[in-house]
C-alpha cells in the first residue's frame, strides 16, 4: 500500500507530501490538484508497464549478469494506456522563480520503505528521461527489501484500476478484449472492459466479508452486481453476453416488477447513471486484497442515495484489502465514507481526507482528520460549505 506520496515540481505542485490510507478521498475546487495526485500514480504504473521505469538491471544480481545498467531509455511516459499528459512543458510546474531544467520527481512510501524517481526535464519531450532512483535502505531498524522488492514498490504490480471520469456510456455493444479483460484483468479507463470482464467472471465468488452484499441472492460476481446496482435502482438486473461472431459484448438490464420480471431492455433505455456506475461497481467488487484502485468522480450521473452508497462500496473494498483512492465533487460521497467509519465498516486510521485548494500558482492542502462517531475535527472555508451559504443567502 502506498501510504505517501511525494511529487516536486510536478503540474499544480512545487511539492507535495501526501499521506494516503486504505481510503483516501480528495476533495477541493475544480484544478485545484486532485487530478495530479490521481495522474502522478497512474503515470508511474504506466511507465513501468511500458518497461521504461524497470529498475531490476540496478540489482546486485543483474550487475553481476553484466546487464546495462544506463537510464538513457527509462523515464516517465507521459501518454499511453493510463494517462496522456502531453510533452514535458505540460507537467512541469509553473514558476517563474524556478530555472528552465530543474528536475521533476516522483516519491512513494510503502511501510518503511521509500521509492522515488527523479527525471529530467526536456519541453517537448513525451519520454522525460530519468536520472537518479532513489532505493530502500535500511531504515529505523527495518531490513531493506531483497529481490524484486528492492527496486519495485509493491503498487506497480499488483492488481490496479484507474478509472477516469469519462466512462462508458449506453451503447449498443462493448469491446469483447481477451487479453485486456481477462488476461490482464484490466477494466480500461473509461471502464471499456466491464462488460466483457463480468461476462467471463460472472460466477467468480465474491469472498465474505464487507464486500458481501447482504441481499445478493449468491456469491456469484453477477449477482453482486445486482445487488449493489439494486442500491441505486431496485430491482435491477445486469447481464453481460458475447455477440456470436464478433469481437463484441452486449449489456442488458431487466428489472423485478409486480408480475415478474420484466423483458431484458438495452442500456439506452434505462438510466444513463446505471451503465455509467457500472465499471466503479465492478472494479470494488474484483478489488482484492493488495489491489490499488484508483476512481475519478464516483458520484457521475447518480441520485444523492446512490452517491452515498458508492462511498460505502468503495469504503468495503477497503476494508477487505485495497487500496482505493477516489477524487469526488460530492458531499454524499463524503458523508457516505462519515458514516462507514461510523457504522465500523473502515476505521479513521484506514480513512484519509484531503481538501485541495489553489495558493498562487500552486495548491494547498488541508487535512480535516476524522473520528470514529464520523466527525470532522474542522470544516475549512470551500469545503462542501455551498449549501450551508446559500441557504444563509435564501433566509436573509
Avoid at 125 to 146: F, K, R, V, W, Y
Avoid at 204 to 225: C, F, I, K
Avoid at 259 to 288: E, K, Q
Wanted: hydrophobic fraction near 40%.
Amino acid at each position: 500500500m502506498i501510504d505517501c506520496l511525494t511529487l516536486q515540481n510536478f503540474k499544480a505542485f512545487p511539492f507535495l507530501e501526501l499521506p494516503l490510507a486504505p481510503l483516501s478521498l480528495l476533495t477541493g475546487l475544480n484544478s485545484s490538484g486532485k487530478s495530479s495526485v490521481l495522474q502522478s500514480i497512474a503515470l508511474l504504473r504506466q511507465s513501468y508497464e511500458a518497461g521504461v521505469l524497470e529498475a531490476s538491471r540496478y540489482l546486485p544480481e543483474a550487475r553481476r549478469a553484466g546487464l546495462p545498467r544506463g537510464m538513457a531509455d527509462q523515464g516517465f511516459l507521459l501518454n499511453g494506456e493510463l494517462v496522456g499528459l502531453g510533452i514535458g512543458k505540460d507537467v512541469l510546474h509553473e514558476d517563474d522563480t524556478l530555472p528552465d531544467d530543474v528536475p521533476i520527481s516522483l516519491a512513494v512510501d510503502e511501510g518503511p520503505y521509500h521509492y522515488g524517481w527523479v527525471v529530467g526535464y526536456e519541453a517537448e519531450q513525451n519520454l522525460l528521461p530519468l536520472i537518479t532512483m532513489e532505493l530502500p535502505s535500511d531504515l529505523e531498524g527495518a531490513a531493506a527489501p531483497t529481490g524484486p522488492e528492492a527496486v519495485t514498490p509493491a503498487f506497480l504490480t499488483a492488481a490496479f484500476q484507474y478509472l477516469h471520469a469519462d466512462r462508458i456510456s449506453p451503447a449498443e455493444f462493448y469491446p469483447r478484449d481477451h487479453h485486456a479483460a481477462i488476461g490482464r484483468e484490466f477494466l480500461g479507463v473509461r471502464g471499456e472492459h466491464a462488460v466483457n470482464y463480468l461476462r467471463h467472471h460472472a460466477d467468480a465468488q465474491v469472498p465474505a466479508g464487507p464486500l458481501h452484499h447482504p441481499r445478493a441472492e449468491s456469491d456469484a460476481l453477477r449477482d453482486q452486481v445486482a445487488a449493489w446496482m439494486g442500491d441505486l435502482c431496485p430491482g435491477v438486473n445486469v447481464r453481460a453476453d458475447a455477440i456470436e461472431g464478433a469481437d463484441a459484448v452486449r449489456l442488458s438490464y431487466d428489472f423485478q416488477g409486480p408480475l415478474g420480471r420484466t423483458n431484458r431492455r438495452r442500456p439506452g433505455n434505462v438510466g444513463f447513471g446505471l451503465t455509467y456506475v457500472l465499471p466503479i461497481v465492478i472494479a470494488c467488487l474484483s478489488a482484492r486484497p493488495g489491489s490499488l484502485v484508483l476512481l475519478e468522480n464516483p458520484e457521475a450521473h447518480l441520485h444523492p442515495q446512490g452517491q452515498t452508497q458508492m462511498a460505502m462500496l468503495a469504503a468495503s473494498a477497503a476494508a477487505q484489502g485495497a487500496q482505493v483512492i477516489m477524487e469526488t465533487h460530492s458531499d454524499h460521497v463524503l458523508n457516505g465514507v462519515r458514516l462507514a467509519v461510523k457504522q465500523g465498516r473502515v476505521t479513521p486510521e484506514q480513512t484519509v481526507l484531503h481538501y485541495f485548494r489553489r495558493n498562487g500558482t500552486g495548491a494547498e492542502v488541508v487535512t480535516p482528520r476524522i473520528n470514529s462517531a464520523g466527525k470532522l475535527d474542522q470544516w475549512p472555508d470551500g469545503f462542501f460549505d455551498e449549501l450551508e451559504n446559500t441557504l444563509d443567502q435564501l433566509i436573509v
